[in-house]
C-alpha cells in the first residue's frame, strides 16, 4: 500500500498533506470525500472520516474493492472463525481455512466498551444480522451516549461503528457490550472527538459491570499537550485499547501513543492457493507504529529500550488488519484497517479473562510473557517480515506480536 497520508506537526499546528502518489486516485467531486488506493491487489477506498483533517480525530478504517453494500458476506474475508482458529483460540480444521473455520469463541465477562462519534440507528439489528450469520450468541447490547442529548448519525462513522461491536462481540459473546457513542465536534475545544466525556462514561459504565475493556479506534496525530489526557484511561476497571493507526511506521496517532492504552498495529495473514494458513506479515506503509515525540518511556517498556529509547513505542500488538466482512444496514461490506485490529483484539483480551485491574497491569502482564521467551513462543506470534523494521522480538512493525492462545493476554 502506497502511503498517501503524511501527517506533520509544526509549532502546534497540525498540517495534513494529501500526497496522491501512484496507486492513489481522486476525482474532483470526490476529493474531500474519499481517497482510493492499493493493497495487495485490493483497491482500497478510504471514507471521509479516515482521513486525517486538523483538528478532527479521524478513524481508522477502508473499505475493499467496493463501498456498496453486497448481498452476503464477502468472498475471501477473513470470519469470526477463521480469525479465532488462526490465533488458537478455537479448535478448528489444519490449515484454518476460511470456508470451513465455523467454530468461534465463546468466552467473554464484564463489560466492553466501544467508544465511537456519532448516533447509530440500527446498530442492533445490524449486531444481531452478523451474530446470526456466523452462529454467534446474541448480544446484551446498548447504545449510549454522555448527557441528554442524542448525538446525530454521522454516516462516515457507521462503517466504524459497524465493525467495532460486531468484532469485539465476535470475540467475547458472553461480555455486555456498551456502543458509547458522542458528538462530532471540529473546532476549538472540541476538537478532542469523540469526547473524553464519551471514554470517561465507557471507563464508569465497565467498572459498573465489574471489569473489562475499552476500545477506541480513532485518532489524531500527536500534539505536545496530550500527556495531560492520559489519566483518562488509569482505571483500575478498564484495559483500554486504541487503534494504532493505517499510515505505517514514523506517522503518529493518540490516543494510540498513551502509555495507558495498549495500541494495536495492523499485520496481514498469508494464505495458499488451497486457503490454508501460511503465516502472518506486516506490510510496509500499512499499520501505525511510532516513537512517541511526547511520552516517555514507560517501565514496562524498560525491556525494549533498545528499540524505544527514552520514549514510549508503539503498538504494543498487532492483528490481523485486511480483511473482513461487516453487516451495516442491510448489506455486507469488506472493510480493514486497525479499527479493526483493537476491537478484535480487546474482546480477545476480555474472553482470556485475566482480569488485569486497568491498562498498566495488562501491559506489565505481556511484556513479561515477552521477556521469557518460552512463554513469548507459546503465547505470541513474532511477526518478523514484511518490512526492514521487522525483527525478531518487540518492533514498531507489530509491537510484541498478534495472539497465539488466550495465554499472556
Not at 352 to 373: I, Q, W
Amino acid at each position: 500500500m502506497k502511503r498517501f497520508l503524511e501527517v506533520c506537526t509544526i509549532v502546534g499546528v497540525v498540517t495534513v498533506a494529501v500526497a496522491l502518489l501512484a496507486g492513489v486516485a481522486t476525482t474532483p467531486a470526490l476529493a474531500q470525500q474519499r481517497m482510493e488506493g492499493i493493497f495487495n491487489g485490493h483497491k482500497i477506498i478510504y471514507p471521509s472520516s479516515s482521513i486525517p483533517v486538523p483538528g478532527r480525530h479521524h478513524t481508522n478504517y477502508f473499505f475493499v474493492d467496493s463501498d456498496k453494500p453486497q448481498a452476503g458476506p464477502p468472498q475471501g474475508d477473513e470470519t469470526p472463525g477463521s480469525i479465532a482458529c488462526v490465533y488458537e483460540l478455537v479448535t478448528g480444521p489444519a490449515g484454518c481455512p476460511i470456508d470451513t473455520s465455523t467454530n468461534v469463541p465463546t468466552g467473554g465477562w464484564g463489560a466492553i466498551a466501544i467508544v465511537d462519534a456519532g448516533y447509530y440507528p440500527t446498530a442492533e439489528s445490524d449486531l444481531a444480522a452478523f451474530s446470526t450469520q456466523y452462529g454467534i450468541p446474541q448480544a446484551n447490547f446498548s447504545q449510549v451516549w454522555p448527557g441528554t442529548k442524542q448525538p446525530e448519525v454521522e454516516e462516515g462513522w457507521l462503517g466504524e461503528e459497524a465493525l467495532d461491536i460486531e468484532w469485539s462481540h465476535a470475540m467475547a459473546p458472553q461480555a455486555k457490550l456498551y456502543l458509547v457513542v458522542s458528538t462530532l465536534c471540529n473546532v476549538g475545544t472540541c476538537a478532542t472527538d469523540p469526547t473524553w466525556a464519551a471514554v470517561t462514561l465507557a471507563a464508569k459504565l465497565v467498572k459498573e459491570a465489574g471489569g473489562g475493556v475499552v476500545s477506541m479506534s480513532w485518532g489524531d496525530p500527536e500534539w505536545s499537550g496530550e500527556l495531560k489526557y492520559d489519566h483518562l484511561f488509569s482505571s483500575k476497571s478498564a484495559v483500554f485499547f486504541a487503534a494504532a493507526g493505517d499510515s505505517g511506521l514514523g506517522v503518529s496517532i493518540y490516543p494510540g501513543a498513551s502509555p495507558n492504552v495498549v495500541a494495536v498495529g495492523g499485520t496481514y495473514i498469508n494464505r495458499d492457493q488451497n486457503g490454508n494458513y501460511i503465516d502472518e506479515v506486516y506490510y510496509t506503509d500499512g499499520g501505525g507504529g511510532d516513537l512517541s515525540p511526547y511520552e516517555p518511556r514507560p517501565a514496562y517498556q524498560d525491556g525494549v529500550q533498545d528499540v524505544v529509547g527514552s520514549q514510549r513505542g508503539y503498538p504494543d500488538v498487532t492483528s490481523d488488519f485486511c480483511c473482513a466482512g461487516i453487516y451495516l444496514q442491510g448489506g455486507w461490506y469488506s472493510v480493514g484497517g486497525t479499527s479493526w485490529s483493537s476491537p478484535t483484539f480487546a474482546g480477545i483480551v476480555n474472553a482470556a479473562a485475566s482480569k488485569a485491574k486497568g491498562s498498566g497491569a495488562e501491559h506489565t502482564l505481556m511484556y513479561d510473557v515477552l521477556a521469557n521467551p518460552t512463554e513469548y513462543a507459546a503465547d505470541y506470534y513474532d511477526i518478523t517480515q514484511g518490512d526492514p523494521s521487522c525483527t525478531v522480538g518487540f518492533d514498531k512493525c507489530s509491537g510484541i506480536g498478534s495472539a497465539r492462545t488466550y495465554n499472556g493476554k
